[in-house]
């Protein structure tokens, strides 16, 4: 339902951009978001977009990171600024609030001190 890529390896202070491709079933009726695992199957929302374009971030990665979505290609990117050691996790999309469709293989993040 979903595909997330563009995680890698960068040193503290660099930058990555996020992109997930959605199934349009989904993406055209609901706000998104971008999760971070925090343990096990637990999830924590770091930034999430209605479907006008409003933007709203976790108190973490408010200023560091800008979300956007593009509803005539389906994508949601998350540009990731000014990166810190304690934002390396597995970055997911999904719909926010989320109920459907299940949560897909994420990409990682990874964040050199």
């Known amino acids: 339902q979903m595909v997330e890529s563009g995680g890698g390896l960068v040193q503290t202070g660099g930058s990555l951009t996020l992109s997930c491709a959605f199934s349009?079933?989904?993406?055209?009726?609901?706000?998104m978001g971008w999760y971070r695992r925090v343990s096990g199957d637990q999830r924590e929302l770091v930034a999430w977009?209605?479907?006008?374009?409003?933007?709203s971030y976790a108190d973490a990665v408010k200023a560091r990171f800008t979300i956007s979505r593009d509803n005539a290609k389906n994508t949601v990117n998350l540009q990731m600024d000014s990166l810190k050691p304690e934002d390396t996790d597995v970055y997911y999309c999904?719909?926010?609030?989320?109920?459907?469709?299940?949560w897909g293989q994420g990409t990682q993040v990874t964040v050199s001190s």
């Open positions: 999904n719909t926010w609030p989320h109920t459907r469709p299940a």
């Open positions: 349009r079933k989904y993406f055209i009726s609901n706000n």
């Open positions: 977009i209605t479907r006008g374009g409003s933007a």
